[in-house]
């Protein structure tokens, strides 16, 4: 009779409330976008609406986040904004094919135990966690350099995480394990000209406004000292918030209990020169034409031949995560919605005219605004490379026209679209990860993680934009 007599505690978290709160930010959302003044045409405030609903489904409810993509995406459909014809035909973008591609190649890895042999050697000495988590940050930066794209390096990255839960000393390490995966691989980006599609568009449109030619190695100057900041920051944070206290000094142990046989290890060499040939040939993509997703494709084809696995085809492909698949092909969708119907060009309007026009000639000002518009702009626009296709020609340049120097604006543009780390839709590095081995992460601990790392990237992206590029620009 006691236990019948407490009280239930006041709080959102229970069914009826969070629905009725969820409803009711719902209707105050569509009310208010769908009586925007007639500046935003109908399909721009249909597609704004359509986001702003994906995010409170994503934020506020228990629903799968690929249930609320899609469900927004059909919406999107039936209310014309997107035909059918696009939506079928998202299904044969290169990113999904890539992912496909990718995760083959993933079981086909884990099956063999290479991974297992090439994280040995940083285990041998059974290092402690934090000083491992720096070291393991500091790696994936360096393949930055080596492979085109944050999804190319998800992809591969994906069997090393694989292989290093088994000999992490705690179960409860695997989470903040899983999160520095995505979170170096995306802030690490910026280092490299070929680190994301983005880089390319800024440092065309930097030629195109300047004059100025920003090579491999300019970029690296301007970008590799930020990248590695933020990278670090990022993976500290996380030790901070996501590792339990006397963990951060726990022992990994062992990637390899013995010897590996002579049959298995001739198959691990196999794979390897299947692997170095995929990255030789992503690298080479100039000269002979073949894109990321064919070339992953043919890779994964010649994997599943018998001198590379002895698992049936069908058995691998069991392992191809569709659920994430669909999720990718909608946030695509979401985001091309956005920039179709020009709701993104809409907002970064806003965003101008919302500073002060005794500011436009502070470059604190100036930078701080464009950082913070750079920084957030994932909470609207999925798309790396489709963020800075919208900040450049709509924020950075428009800015660049007050007087200040159009090179460091739209560095400062494409920089900020480095942190995309809020939700699962936000990047796929992060999606990729939160389902690798079960459910390593969720959106609660998105949250945790972005509500301290945005405002220190947001501080690092300003240091950088007032005192350190100023001067190199200037000399180059």
Same mark, same amino acid.
């Given at each position: ?28 959302? =569509? ?25 409170? =489904? ?22 014309? $904004? ?88 705690? &179960? ?9 995966? %995505? ?105 002979? =034409? ?7 494709? @043919? ?65 604190? &000002? ?26 450049? %020609? ?17 560095? @400062?543009? $494409? ?51 007032? @005192? ?9």
């Amino acid at each position: 009779m006691q236990a019948l007599a407490t009280p239930i505690p006041r709080q959102f978290s229970l069914p009826g409330q969070r629905a009725i709160l969820t409803l009711a930010l719902a209707g105050a959302l =569509g009310w208010a976008i769908l009586s925007l003044p007639q500046t935003l045409a109908w399909p721009g405030r249909v597609a704004l609406l359509a986001m702003a609903l994906a995010v409170l =489904g994503w934020t506020l409810t228990r629903l799968p986040e690929s249930l609320v993509a899609l469900a927004v995406v059909l919406g999107l459909v039936l209310s014309g $904004v997107l035909s059918e014809t696009q939506l079928f035909e998202a299904l044969g973008r290169e990113l999904v094919w890539l992912l496909l591609a990718a995760f083959v190649i993933a079981a086909v890895i884990k099956d063999s135990g290479l991974t297992q042999r090439m994280v040995a050697p940083l285990l041998r000495r059974q290092p402690r966690f934090a000083a491992f988590a720096l070291v393991l940050t500091l790696l994936i930066a360096a393949t930055a350099f080596v492979l085109p794209s944050t999804s190319g390096r998800a992809a591969l990255l994906l069997p090393v995480f694989v292989a290093l839960v088994p000999v992490l000393p705690d &179960a409860r390490l695997r989470r903040p394990l899983a999160l520095i995966f %995505p979170t170096a691989i995306l802030l690490s980006a910026g280092g490299s000209l070929i680190g994301a599609g983005a880089h390319l568009l800024a440092a065309e449109s930097i030629r195109a406004a300047t004059g100025l030619h920003l090579g491999y190695a300019a970029w690296a100057m301007l970008g590799l000292p930020f990248a590695l900041l933020a990278s670090l920051t990022g993976t500290a944070l996380i030790l901070l918030i996501f590792v339990p206290r006397g963990l951060h000094g726990a022992r990994l142990g062992m990637a390899e209990a013995g010897p590996v046989p002579a049959p298995q290890r001739r198959r691990q060499h196999r794979i390897a020169l299947v692997l170095g040939i995929i990255v030789a040939m992503w690298l080479s993509a100039d000269l002979h =034409g073949v894109g990321m997703a064919a070339t992953a494709l @043919i890779g994964a084809l010649v994997l599943l031949t018998p001198p590379f696995t002895s698992r049936k085809s069908k058995e691998i492909f069991r392992s191809v995560d569709v659920e994430l698949l669909l999720y990718m092909t909608a946030t695509v969708l979401m985001a091309q919605a956005m920039t179709t119907t020009g709701a993104d060009r809409w907002l970064a309007g806003l965003t101008l005219e919302s500073l002060p026009e005794s500011l436009h000639a502070s470059l604190p &000002a100036v930078a701080l605004l464009l950082a913070a518009v750079s920084v957030a702009a994932h909470l609207f626009v999925t798309s790396r490379s489709a963020r800075a296709a919208v900040l450049i %020609p709509a924020v950075a340049l428009p800015l660049a026209g007050l007087g200040h120097d159009a090179a460091l604006m739209i560095l @400062i543009a $494409v920089m900020g679209t480095g942190f995309c780390q809020t939700m699962m839709a936000s990047a796929k590095p992060v999606a990729i990860f939160a389902g690798a081995e079960g459910d390593s992460f969720t959106q609660t601990d998105l949250f945790r993680l972005a509500l301290p790392l945005a405002p220190l990237v947001l501080a690092l992206l300003v240091g950088f934009a007032l @005192i350190v590029w100023p001067q190199q620009l200037a000399q180059m």
